[in-house]
């Protein structure tokens, strides 16, 4: 049992847009930044948002985040067949003095 | 640009102690105030963090694995170190190396991952 929950499926077809939801409590994204990680098949997981809603050098515009009080999202916009992979949500959790991770949504472009 | 390359044996026997490296090259563990973690991954599931350390030697740990995991750096040669004691089948998976910025969640870049397997 992941301490972020993170829906464990979402779906969309070429061009369409889709959300991912990443929800915590008051010790992990209450008072933290939220990361996102994108995992393609095979291969190791690649920051995809840092500090809640900002775009590492190369990630496309399309993917964008935000957070509002113990929950983040990742919205992504004008769905490509090479956005087929897992993502994770994660944060520092202030209880625990480490990182915790959502259990990843895999999504699907149809 | 930095890179993490993670090295050791793939097969570990029940109870036996999992040893695993992670190299850094085009950077230095020693440098820029960074911290540097251990997560891993079993097969089909999600993301666990192992623990991060500095290259002080100061480390922390996933409470939940605290008692059978250390991490330990070597800055001579340029790496750092997840050691796994007494280890059962559920530790078996794919163990990453990352460079942490700011806040520990912030991990970036990753190593490629190692496949470990605890069996007889």
């Known amino acids: 049992q992941s301490v972020l929950t993170q829906p464990p499926s979402a779906s969309g077809t070429p061009g369409q847009g889709v959300t991912i939801s990443c929800s915590g409590s008051s010790s992990n994204i209450g008072s933290n930044y939220v990361y996102w990680y994108q995992q393609l098949p095979g291969t190791a997981p690649k920051l995809l948002i840092y500090?809640?809603?900002q775009r590492p050098s190369g990630v496309p515009e399309r993917f964008s985040g935000s957070k509002s009080g113990t929950s983040a999202s990742l919205a992504i916009s004008g769905l490509r067949s090479e956005d087929e992979a897992d993502y994770y949500c994660a944060a520092r959790d202030d209880s625990l003095s480490g990182v915790v991770f959502g259990g990843g949504t895999k999504l699907t472009v149809l | 640009q930095v890179q993490l390359q993670e090295s050791g044996p793939g097969l570990v026997k029940p109870s036996e102690t999992l040893s695993l490296t992670c190299t850094v090259s085009d950077g230095s563990v020693s440098s820029g105030g960074f911290y540097w973690s251990w997560i891993r991954q079993p097969p089909g599931k999600g993301l666990e963090w192992i623990g991060n350390?500095?290259?002080?030697?100061?480390?922390n740990y996933n409470p939940s694995l605290k008692s059978r995991v250390s991490i330990s750096v070597d800055t001579s040669k340029n790496q750092f170190s997840l050691k796994v004691r007494s280890v059962t089948a559920a530790d078996t998976a794919v163990y990453y190396c990352?460079?942490?910025?700011?806040?520990?969640?912030?991990?970036?870049?990753w190593g490629q991952g190692t496949l470990v397997t605890v069996s007889s």
């Open positions: 500090r809640n809603n």
């Open positions: 350390i500095f290259y002080s030697g100061s480390s």
């Open positions: 990352a460079r942490v910025y700011g806040d520990y969640s912030w991990l970036d870049p």
